[in-house]
Protein backbone atom coordinates (compact mmCIF):
# COMPACT_ATOMS: atom_id res chain seq x y z
CA UNK A 1 0.00 0.00 0.00
CA UNK A 2 1.28 3.37 -1.17
CA UNK A 3 2.67 5.56 1.86
CA UNK A 4 0.63 8.90 2.18
CA UNK A 5 3.68 10.84 0.78
CA UNK A 6 3.98 8.74 -2.39
CA UNK A 7 0.32 9.35 -2.59
CA UNK A 8 0.65 13.35 -2.68
CA UNK A 9 3.72 13.08 -4.41
CA UNK A 10 1.92 11.26 -7.21
CA UNK A 11 -1.06 13.55 -7.03
CA UNK A 12 1.31 16.44 -7.19
CA UNK A 13 2.61 15.13 -10.06
CA UNK A 14 -0.50 14.49 -11.91
CA UNK A 15 -1.89 18.32 -11.06
CA UNK A 16 1.36 20.05 -12.72
CA UNK A 17 0.74 17.63 -15.59
CA UNK A 18 -2.70 18.57 -16.03
CA UNK A 19 -2.00 22.16 -15.65
CA UNK A 20 0.78 22.08 -18.23
CA UNK A 21 -1.57 20.33 -20.84
CA UNK A 22 -4.01 22.98 -20.31
CA UNK A 23 -1.39 25.56 -20.80
CA UNK A 24 0.07 23.62 -24.07
CA UNK A 25 -3.18 23.80 -25.60
CA UNK A 26 -4.23 27.16 -25.26
CA UNK A 27 -1.18 28.34 -26.49
CA UNK A 28 -1.05 26.45 -29.63
CA UNK A 29 -4.18 26.29 -30.84
CA UNK A 30 -4.20 30.39 -30.35
CA UNK A 31 -1.42 30.13 -32.19
CA UNK A 32 -3.24 28.21 -35.03
CA UNK A 33 -5.77 30.58 -34.94
CA UNK A 34 -3.98 33.83 -35.27
CA UNK A 35 -1.32 32.93 -37.75
CA UNK A 36 -2.23 34.04 -41.51
CA UNK A 37 0.13 31.88 -43.17
CA UNK A 38 1.26 28.07 -42.55
CA UNK A 39 4.63 29.32 -41.69
CA UNK A 40 3.22 31.93 -39.43
CA UNK A 41 1.31 28.95 -37.55
CA UNK A 42 3.91 26.59 -37.40
CA UNK A 43 6.27 29.74 -35.83
CA UNK A 44 3.55 30.22 -33.44
CA UNK A 45 3.30 26.88 -32.65
CA UNK A 46 7.08 26.58 -31.57
CA UNK A 47 6.79 29.21 -29.01
CA UNK A 48 3.62 28.45 -27.87
CA UNK A 49 5.17 24.93 -26.68
CA UNK A 50 8.72 27.17 -25.66
CA UNK A 51 6.28 29.54 -23.59
CA UNK A 52 5.56 26.54 -21.63
CA UNK A 53 7.79 25.86 -18.60
CA UNK A 54 9.62 22.11 -19.16
CA UNK A 55 9.68 22.36 -23.09
CA UNK A 56 13.01 23.80 -24.11
CA UNK A 57 13.36 23.77 -27.81
CA UNK A 58 10.65 23.32 -30.92
CA UNK A 59 11.09 23.11 -34.45
CA UNK A 60 9.07 21.86 -37.64
CA UNK A 61 10.64 19.86 -40.32
CA UNK A 62 9.18 19.94 -44.24
CA UNK A 63 9.40 17.78 -46.81
CA UNK A 64 11.68 18.98 -49.45
CA UNK A 65 10.81 17.10 -52.63
CA UNK A 66 13.43 17.78 -54.90
CA UNK A 67 15.87 16.25 -52.05
CA UNK A 68 13.65 13.57 -50.49
CA UNK A 69 14.85 15.21 -47.20
CA UNK A 70 13.35 17.04 -44.30
CA UNK A 71 14.46 20.60 -43.88
CA UNK A 72 14.05 23.23 -41.32
CA UNK A 73 11.16 25.25 -40.91
CA UNK A 74 10.05 27.42 -38.52
CA UNK A 75 12.20 26.82 -34.41
CA UNK A 76 12.28 28.66 -31.35
CA UNK A 77 13.41 28.44 -27.85
CA UNK A 78 17.28 28.47 -29.13
CA UNK A 79 19.47 32.14 -30.12
CA UNK A 80 20.37 30.39 -33.28
CA UNK A 81 19.36 27.33 -35.24
CA UNK A 82 21.12 24.71 -37.92
CA UNK A 83 18.92 26.38 -40.76
CA UNK A 84 20.61 25.07 -43.74
CA UNK A 85 20.52 21.33 -41.86
CA UNK A 86 18.48 18.18 -42.75
CA UNK A 87 17.62 14.64 -42.04
CA UNK A 88 17.36 12.39 -44.61
CA UNK A 89 13.64 10.86 -45.42
CA UNK A 90 15.55 7.04 -46.01
CA UNK A 91 17.10 7.21 -43.13
CA UNK A 92 17.35 5.72 -39.64
CA UNK A 93 16.33 9.13 -37.74
CA UNK A 94 14.00 9.43 -35.56
CA UNK A 95 12.67 12.12 -37.25
CA UNK A 96 12.21 10.17 -40.60
CA UNK A 97 10.77 7.57 -38.81
CA UNK A 98 8.13 9.73 -37.85
CA UNK A 99 7.41 11.11 -41.28
CA UNK A 100 7.53 7.84 -42.68
CA UNK A 101 5.32 5.99 -40.29
CA UNK A 102 2.90 8.80 -39.22
CA UNK A 103 3.10 8.13 -35.30
CA UNK A 104 5.33 9.57 -32.79
CA UNK A 105 9.29 8.78 -31.59
CA UNK A 106 10.71 9.76 -28.86
CA UNK A 107 14.23 9.40 -27.64
CA UNK A 108 15.08 9.03 -24.10
CA UNK A 109 18.38 10.31 -24.00
CA UNK A 110 19.98 12.31 -27.25
CA UNK A 111 23.22 11.77 -26.82
CA UNK A 112 22.97 7.77 -27.29
CA UNK A 113 21.85 8.83 -30.97
CA UNK A 114 25.06 9.06 -33.80
CA UNK A 115 27.55 11.17 -33.90
CA UNK A 116 26.56 14.36 -36.24
CA UNK A 117 22.75 13.48 -35.42
CA UNK A 118 21.39 16.76 -35.65
CA UNK A 119 19.05 16.64 -32.71
CA UNK A 120 22.89 16.10 -30.60
CA UNK A 121 23.82 19.55 -32.85
CA UNK A 122 20.59 20.86 -31.38
CA UNK A 123 21.32 20.04 -28.22
CA UNK A 124 24.71 20.81 -28.26
CA UNK A 125 25.97 17.45 -27.97
CA UNK A 126 24.40 17.67 -24.33
CA UNK A 127 21.68 15.31 -22.96
CA UNK A 128 17.81 15.76 -23.36
CA UNK A 129 15.31 13.88 -24.78
CA UNK A 130 13.40 14.91 -28.18
CA UNK A 131 9.94 13.85 -29.38
CA UNK A 132 9.07 13.99 -33.47
CA UNK A 133 5.15 14.07 -33.95
CA UNK A 134 3.91 14.14 -37.29
CA UNK A 135 1.30 16.49 -37.93
CA UNK A 136 -0.45 15.08 -40.44
CA UNK A 137 -4.39 15.10 -41.36
CA UNK A 138 -5.61 12.20 -43.09
CA UNK A 139 -3.18 11.74 -46.38
CA UNK A 140 -2.36 15.68 -45.96
CA UNK A 141 1.02 15.94 -44.42
CA UNK A 142 1.89 18.92 -42.57
CA UNK A 143 5.19 19.04 -41.08
CA UNK A 144 6.96 16.73 -38.07
CA UNK A 145 7.11 18.75 -34.99
CA UNK A 146 9.88 18.70 -32.93
CA UNK A 147 9.99 19.05 -28.71
CA UNK A 148 13.14 18.99 -27.00
CA UNK A 149 13.54 19.03 -23.21
CA UNK A 150 16.79 19.44 -21.07
CA UNK A 151 15.98 16.53 -18.81
CA UNK A 152 16.45 12.32 -20.21
CA UNK A 153 13.63 9.35 -20.17
CA UNK A 154 10.67 12.43 -19.60
CA UNK A 155 8.87 11.07 -22.66
CA UNK A 156 6.67 8.61 -20.47
CA UNK A 157 3.37 7.37 -21.59
CA UNK A 158 1.39 10.07 -20.04
CA UNK A 159 3.54 12.17 -21.41
CA UNK A 160 3.75 10.55 -24.87
CA UNK A 161 0.06 10.56 -24.86
CA UNK A 162 -0.27 14.44 -24.48
CA UNK A 163 1.77 14.90 -27.14
CA UNK A 164 0.39 12.62 -29.71
CA UNK A 165 -3.00 14.48 -28.95
CA UNK A 166 -1.34 17.76 -29.44
CA UNK A 167 0.06 16.68 -32.88
CA UNK A 168 -3.95 15.52 -33.48
CA UNK A 169 -5.48 19.17 -32.11
CA UNK A 170 -2.71 21.18 -34.39
CA UNK A 171 -3.20 18.84 -37.40
CA UNK A 172 -6.98 19.15 -36.94
CA UNK A 173 -6.69 22.77 -36.67
CA UNK A 174 -4.83 23.56 -39.88
CA UNK A 175 -7.00 21.28 -42.09
CA UNK A 176 -10.53 23.27 -40.57
CA UNK A 177 -8.24 26.56 -40.77
CA UNK A 178 -7.52 26.21 -44.54
CA UNK A 179 -10.64 24.93 -45.38
CA UNK A 180 -12.45 28.09 -44.72
CA UNK A 181 -9.81 29.95 -46.66
CA UNK A 182 -10.33 27.79 -49.58
CA UNK A 183 -14.44 29.30 -49.21
CA UNK A 184 -13.50 32.97 -49.33
CA UNK A 185 -9.62 32.71 -51.13
CA UNK A 186 -9.31 35.27 -54.34
CA UNK A 187 -6.34 32.89 -55.60
CA UNK A 188 -7.27 29.21 -56.72
CA UNK A 189 -4.98 26.53 -57.51
CA UNK A 190 -6.61 24.62 -60.88
CA UNK A 191 -5.57 21.26 -61.80
CA UNK A 192 -6.15 18.86 -63.92
CA UNK A 193 -5.39 15.25 -64.61
CA UNK A 194 -5.85 12.22 -66.58
CA UNK A 195 -5.41 9.12 -64.34
CA UNK A 196 -5.76 5.30 -65.19
CA UNK A 197 -5.90 2.29 -62.90
CA UNK A 198 -7.16 3.26 -59.69
CA UNK A 199 -8.96 0.86 -57.16
CA UNK A 200 -12.06 2.59 -57.34
CA UNK A 201 -15.38 1.56 -57.68
CA UNK A 202 -16.57 3.75 -60.38
CA UNK A 203 -13.33 3.26 -62.24
CA UNK A 204 -14.41 -0.92 -61.75
CA UNK A 205 -18.10 -0.22 -63.02
CA UNK A 206 -17.00 2.14 -65.97
CA UNK A 207 -14.27 -0.30 -67.26
CA UNK A 208 -16.51 -3.59 -66.69
CA UNK A 209 -19.64 -2.21 -68.77
CA UNK A 210 -17.31 -0.07 -70.83
CA UNK A 211 -19.88 3.04 -69.90
CA UNK A 212 -19.63 6.77 -68.94
CA UNK A 213 -19.81 7.98 -65.91
CA UNK A 214 -19.86 11.90 -64.55
CA UNK A 215 -19.70 12.50 -61.31
CA UNK A 216 -22.60 14.80 -60.02
CA UNK A 217 -22.16 15.05 -56.17
CA UNK A 218 -21.34 13.66 -52.84
CA UNK A 219 -23.07 13.97 -49.20
CA UNK A 220 -21.70 13.04 -45.62
CA UNK A 221 -24.20 10.63 -44.49
CA UNK A 222 -24.78 10.48 -40.71
CA UNK A 223 -23.30 6.92 -40.31
CA UNK A 224 -20.28 8.01 -41.45
CA UNK A 225 -20.69 6.92 -44.91
CA UNK A 226 -20.96 8.76 -47.94
CA UNK A 227 -23.62 9.04 -50.74
CA UNK A 228 -21.50 9.73 -54.21
CA UNK A 229 -23.71 10.47 -57.21
CA UNK A 230 -23.27 9.67 -60.88
CA UNK A 231 -25.00 10.24 -64.52
CA UNK A 232 -23.96 7.08 -65.93
CA UNK A 233 -24.39 6.61 -69.95
CA UNK A 234 -23.91 4.19 -72.25
CA UNK A 235 -25.51 0.94 -70.76
CA UNK A 236 -28.56 -0.05 -68.79
CA UNK A 237 -29.84 0.67 -65.01
CA UNK A 238 -30.08 -2.65 -64.16
CA UNK A 239 -26.48 -3.63 -65.35
CA UNK A 240 -25.11 -0.25 -63.55
CA UNK A 241 -26.98 -1.75 -60.24
CA UNK A 242 -25.82 -5.75 -60.98
CA UNK A 243 -22.05 -4.51 -61.46
CA UNK A 244 -22.54 -2.18 -58.21
CA UNK A 245 -24.16 -5.01 -56.37
CA UNK A 246 -20.64 -7.36 -57.08
CA UNK A 247 -18.46 -4.25 -56.24
CA UNK A 248 -17.18 -4.82 -52.35
CA UNK A 249 -16.45 -1.22 -51.78
CA UNK A 250 -20.46 -0.55 -52.66
CA UNK A 251 -22.89 -1.17 -49.87
CA UNK A 252 -25.56 0.56 -51.90
CA UNK A 253 -26.63 1.95 -55.33
CA UNK A 254 -29.69 3.22 -56.26
CA UNK A 255 -31.59 4.15 -59.37
CA UNK A 256 -32.61 8.11 -59.06
CA UNK A 257 -33.86 8.89 -62.27
CA UNK A 258 -32.96 9.37 -66.33
CA UNK A 259 -31.65 12.23 -68.04
CA UNK A 260 -31.98 11.39 -72.07
CA UNK A 261 -29.22 9.03 -72.53
CA UNK A 262 -27.95 9.15 -69.07
CA UNK A 263 -28.94 7.52 -65.97
CA UNK A 264 -28.51 9.30 -62.28
CA UNK A 265 -27.22 6.73 -59.23
CA UNK A 266 -26.37 7.14 -55.63
CA UNK A 267 -23.33 5.09 -54.15
CA UNK A 268 -22.65 4.34 -50.81
CA UNK A 269 -19.75 3.79 -49.71
CA UNK A 270 -17.49 3.85 -46.77
CA UNK A 271 -14.33 5.86 -48.02
CA UNK A 272 -15.33 7.11 -51.35
CA UNK A 273 -10.95 7.39 -52.90
CA UNK A 274 -11.25 10.57 -55.03
CA UNK A 275 -13.29 12.46 -52.82
CA UNK A 276 -11.71 11.81 -49.39
CA UNK A 277 -8.62 12.70 -51.37
CA UNK A 278 -9.57 16.17 -52.25
CA UNK A 279 -11.32 16.73 -49.00
CA UNK A 280 -7.76 16.14 -46.91
CA UNK A 281 -6.35 19.16 -49.23
CA UNK A 282 -9.16 21.36 -49.40
CA UNK A 283 -10.20 20.49 -52.90
CA UNK A 284 -13.73 20.96 -55.19
CA UNK A 285 -14.11 18.64 -58.33
CA UNK A 286 -15.05 20.22 -61.10
CA UNK A 287 -15.28 17.47 -63.27
CA UNK A 288 -14.76 13.93 -62.85
CA UNK A 289 -15.44 11.87 -65.76
CA UNK A 290 -14.73 8.09 -66.31
CA UNK A 291 -14.59 6.74 -69.81
CA UNK A 292 -14.21 2.52 -70.10
CA UNK A 293 -11.93 3.00 -67.14
CA UNK A 294 -10.21 6.18 -68.07
CA UNK A 295 -10.84 9.32 -65.89
CA UNK A 296 -10.19 12.73 -66.29
CA UNK A 297 -10.12 15.26 -63.54
CA UNK A 298 -10.78 19.09 -63.05
CA UNK A 299 -10.04 20.13 -59.96
CA UNK A 300 -9.79 23.29 -57.53
CA UNK A 301 -7.56 23.74 -54.28
CA UNK A 302 -6.54 26.56 -52.10
CA UNK A 303 -3.94 28.73 -53.28
CA UNK A 304 -1.87 27.46 -50.23
CA UNK A 305 -1.85 23.79 -51.46
CA UNK A 306 1.27 21.60 -52.03
CA UNK A 307 0.70 20.47 -55.40
CA UNK A 308 3.21 17.94 -55.45
CA UNK A 309 1.46 16.13 -52.09
CA UNK A 310 -1.73 16.01 -54.16
CA UNK A 311 -0.01 14.54 -56.85
CA UNK A 312 2.17 12.04 -54.95
CA UNK A 313 -1.62 11.29 -53.15
CA UNK A 314 -3.59 10.78 -56.63
CA UNK A 315 -0.35 8.44 -57.36
CA UNK A 316 -1.59 6.35 -53.88
CA UNK A 317 -4.73 5.80 -55.69
CA UNK A 318 -3.95 5.25 -59.21
CA UNK A 319 -1.16 3.30 -60.84
CA UNK A 320 -0.75 6.19 -63.51
CA UNK A 321 -1.19 9.54 -63.13
CA UNK A 322 -0.29 13.08 -65.99
CA UNK A 323 -1.12 16.45 -64.86
CA UNK A 324 -2.26 17.80 -67.89
CA UNK A 325 -2.72 21.68 -66.48
CA UNK A 326 -1.96 23.09 -63.14
CA UNK A 327 -2.16 26.69 -62.85
CA UNK A 328 -3.66 29.43 -60.67
CA UNK A 329 -6.22 31.95 -60.82
CA UNK A 330 -6.57 35.71 -58.85
CA UNK A 331 -10.07 36.44 -59.79
CA UNK A 332 -10.98 40.59 -59.75
CA UNK A 333 -13.54 42.01 -57.36
CA UNK A 334 -16.25 39.84 -55.59
CA UNK A 335 -15.37 36.01 -56.06
CA UNK A 336 -18.10 33.05 -56.93
CA UNK A 337 -16.33 31.88 -53.74
CA UNK A 338 -17.26 34.43 -51.42
CA UNK A 339 -21.22 34.69 -52.58
CA UNK A 340 -21.30 30.60 -52.51
CA UNK A 341 -19.68 31.01 -48.96
CA UNK A 342 -22.42 33.64 -47.66
CA UNK A 343 -25.00 31.54 -49.27
CA UNK A 344 -24.08 28.54 -47.28
CA UNK A 345 -22.77 30.49 -43.82
CA UNK A 346 -27.16 31.64 -43.70
CA UNK A 347 -28.04 27.55 -44.06
CA UNK A 348 -28.36 24.98 -41.26
CA UNK A 349 -25.86 21.74 -41.40
CA UNK A 350 -29.66 20.45 -41.68
CA UNK A 351 -30.62 22.75 -44.11
CA UNK A 352 -28.19 22.63 -46.75
CA UNK A 353 -27.90 18.74 -46.23
CA UNK A 354 -31.73 18.41 -47.17
CA UNK A 355 -31.25 21.28 -50.33
CA UNK A 356 -27.77 19.40 -51.26
CA UNK A 357 -29.80 15.64 -50.90
CA UNK A 358 -32.69 16.84 -53.02
CA UNK A 359 -30.79 18.54 -55.76
CA UNK A 360 -28.32 15.28 -55.69
CA UNK A 361 -31.17 12.84 -56.15
CA UNK A 362 -33.53 14.61 -58.84
CA UNK A 363 -35.95 16.33 -56.79
CA UNK A 364 -36.03 19.37 -58.56
CA UNK A 365 -36.59 17.81 -62.19
CA UNK A 366 -39.23 16.51 -63.61
CA UNK A 367 -40.82 13.87 -63.52
CA UNK A 368 -38.89 13.97 -59.77
CA UNK A 369 -36.36 11.30 -59.37
CA UNK A 370 -37.23 11.11 -55.87
CA UNK A 371 -40.16 11.64 -53.41
CA UNK A 372 -40.27 13.41 -50.36
CA UNK A 373 -40.49 10.56 -48.47
CA UNK A 374 -37.38 9.01 -49.72
CA UNK A 375 -35.02 12.14 -49.15
CA UNK A 376 -36.87 12.46 -45.50
CA UNK A 377 -35.71 8.51 -45.10
CA UNK A 378 -32.56 8.99 -45.90
CA UNK A 379 -32.05 11.65 -43.31
CA UNK A 380 -33.92 9.70 -40.34
CA UNK A 381 -36.39 12.10 -39.93
CA UNK A 382 -40.00 12.58 -40.66
CA UNK A 383 -41.35 13.70 -44.02
CA UNK A 384 -42.66 17.00 -42.45
CA UNK A 385 -39.92 18.00 -41.14
CA UNK A 386 -37.74 17.30 -44.18
CA UNK A 387 -39.93 19.85 -46.13
CA UNK A 388 -39.51 22.46 -43.25
CA UNK A 389 -35.73 22.18 -43.70
CA UNK A 390 -35.90 22.18 -47.23
CA UNK A 391 -38.38 25.51 -47.51
CA UNK A 392 -36.27 27.00 -44.63
CA UNK A 393 -33.41 26.80 -47.26
CA UNK A 394 -35.20 27.49 -50.47
CA UNK A 395 -36.85 30.90 -48.73
CA UNK A 396 -33.65 32.09 -48.10
CA UNK A 397 -31.48 31.10 -51.28
CA UNK A 398 -34.55 33.47 -53.00
CA UNK A 399 -33.96 36.15 -50.45
CA UNK A 400 -30.22 36.09 -51.11
CA UNK A 401 -30.81 35.64 -55.03
CA UNK A 402 -33.37 38.42 -55.18
CA UNK A 403 -31.23 41.07 -52.50
CA UNK A 404 -27.82 40.27 -55.36
Given at each position: ?296 IRVEFPSTVDV ?97
Open positions: MPSPLETDTESHSSEQLLERVNWLFEAVTGAVNRGESRAEVKLGVCEGICGVDFYDLAWTGDKDRVTDDLVVGEWAGADRFPDDASIPLQSDDPSARAAETTEIQTVADVSTLPAGSLHREVCGDQSGAVAAIPLVHNDAFYCVLHVYVAETHVFDDPETAVLRALGTTISTAIHIREIRQSLTADRVTKLEFDVAGADAFFVDISATLDSRMEYHSSIQQRDGTTAVFFDVSGTSPSDVLASAGDHPDVRMATHLTDYGDAARFKFVVADPPMVSVLADFGGKIKELTVDDGQTHRQVTDRFEDVYSRVELLAYREAEPPGRTRRDYEAELFNRLTDRQTTALRRAHASGFYEWPRGTSGDTLAESMDIVRSTYHQHLRSAEKKLVEAFLEK
